[in-house]
């Protein structure tokens, strides 16, 4: 075991490949069905959405995929990433776990979603898509695939949704300054949001009309426009894969194996890129690393939502896929990791959950800022209010070592900054934030319209 706190890796050791976890599935996945028919959906459906190379990306059964070097190029920008040991948080809990984090926070726009929208911006310019619509709540992914289309010269069109396009304006200016156009959703562009703000003028929209919008608009684009989405589908993921890959490397620096690896989750891109590479290990060579999704009482698919089929936005246009779900019209609190807002689960995600071989808890709003606070004070870095998950789940985890007097090795996902949240962090330190625990009756009810599948 080494004395180092920051394990880096060199520029070569950015992975050649994407790890799939459809090639190791224990588990079968369920169709993706088409949200008209409820039957299986044909490639065709797809291709008006997305470029081939994704869709069969989407579909592929191959183990490992390899990243194309115009990708990797981007890639050397920010990554490898670093892996560092929380050596002061550790003292300052006075456990005998370890506490590794990977930081995702480095990356050009602050989190982990840049991983994949390159990818997706690259695949897109090489079967020539013009521009790029996309849907955001808080404004990662928005500013991620601003950054990335920029790069391969897209036009990016954001919808965000309305209350963060007026309450938060730095990442609608980030977005700008990469060139992108930002719409506050529901806008007069499509006909689902002339619909929505028919019925009220005043809409202050949400992720899953978002949505709706940005894929109407590629949908009626005859083309020239595709829709871009960074969760929840199984090419993310597997986009996402670098993080783990790399870990996994720095794991080996570092003298340890993780005894458990933690991310938050929204989609789960984050927590199954950091996960499926150790999944991998779990599966091939009997290790037995637990792998915890974290996710917030306010939203929380996996530890209270039902394993079933759903859509995936409000307006229905979208796949229905099997997945742990609150139901597509599920509105949730206005807690600050907004990126964890989210109704449903990736599928893959869901399947190896409701199999046994992934774990999921749910933490409250207060307790993550607590745990973000104690984080930052000791190791320096803000973290995104949505990373704060994976961190107050490390922070338990280390405090349940100690109370056991095990030595346990900890890895999470630092999935990005908190330099854009800031005003999350006032209204805490204020004591105007509060817990939210989504009501049982509204999940009841929600979950009432699901649509039903007879395959
Ligand atoms: C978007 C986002 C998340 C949640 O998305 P996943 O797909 O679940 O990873 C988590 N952390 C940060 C910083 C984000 O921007």
Redesign the pocket.
């Known amino acids: 075991m080494s004395n180092y706190i920051r394990f880096q890796l060199s520029e070569n050791d950015i992975p050649k490949f994407w790890y799939n976890i459809n090639a190791d599935m224990p588990v079968p996945l369920a169709p993706v069905l088409n949200p008209q028919t409820l039957k299986p959906i044909t490639p065709d459906f797809l291709s008006v959405l997305f470029p081939m190379s994704i869709i069969q990306q989407e579909v592929s059964t191959e183990r490992y995929i390899e990243i194309p070097k115009e990708v990797r190029e981007v890639y050397k920008l920010w990554r490898p990433t670093p892996v560092l040991r929380a050596r002061r948080l550790e003292k300052a809990l006075d456990t005998p776990a370890h506490i590794y984090y990977k930081h995702?926070?480095v990356s050009p726009t602050?989190?982990?979603?840049p991983n994949t929208a390159v990818a997706q911006a690259f695949y897109n310019k090489i079967e020539g898509t013009k521009a790029l619509t996309t849907e955001t709540g808080?404004g990662?992914?928005g500013s991620a695939l601003a950054f990335a289309g920029g790069f391969f010269g897209l036009n990016v069109e954001v919808y965000m949704v309305r209350v963060s396009y007026i309450q938060k304006p730095y990442r609608r200016i980030l977005m700008e300054s990469y060139g992108a156009t930002v719409y506050p959703s529901p806008t007069e562009h499509t006909e689902y949001g002339r619909s929505m703000l028919a019925k009220d003028p005043n809409n202050p929209g949400s992720l899953g009309i978002a949505i709706s919008e940005a894929v109407e608009v590629a949908a009626k684009s005859g083309g020239t426009k595709k829709y871009s989405l960074?969760?929840?589908l199984t090419h993310?993921l597997t986009h996402?894969t670098v993080i783990g890959e790399e870990a996994l490397k720095q794991m080996d620096l570092a003298g340890e194996y993780p005894d458990v690896v933690i991310?938050?989750?929204?989609?789960?891109?984050?927590?199954g890129?950091l996960a499926y590479p150790f999944l991998r290990h779990n599966l091939q060579d009997g290790m037995k690393t637990r792998l915890l999704a974290v996710e917030p009482t306010a939203s929380p698919s996996m530890t209270r939502g039902e394993y079933t089929f759903d859509y995936g936005d409000t307006a229905r246009m979208t796949p229905v896929v099997k997945m742990y779900t609150l139901g597509h019209d599920f509105i949730p609190a206005p807690i600050h990791?907004g990126?964890?807002r989210?109704h449903g689960m990736?599928p893959s995600i869901s399947a190896l959950l409701d199999a046994g071989y992934l774990e999921a808890i749910a933490v409250p709003q207060l307790d993550t800022f607590k745990s973000a606070l104690l984080f930052a004070r000791n190791e320096g870095t803000i973290p995104?209010p949505?990373?704060a998950h994976a961190i107050h789940a490390a922070i338990n985890e280390a405090l349940d070592a100690k109370e056991k007097g095990e030595k346990r090795v900890i890895l999470f996902n630092l999935?990005?900054h908190g330099h854009f949240d800031l005003s999350s962090y006032e209204a805490y330190m204020s004591g105007q934030l509060e817990n939210y625990e989504y009501p049982a009756e509204a999940i009841q009810d929600s979950i009432s319209r699901l649509p039903q599948v007879n395959l």
């Open positions: 995702e926070g602050g989190s982990h979603k808080a990662q992914w960074g969760s929840v993310v996402q991310g938050c989750a929204g989609g789960g891109s984050n927590f890129g990791a990126g964890l989210y990736a995104a949505e990373s999935s990005g």
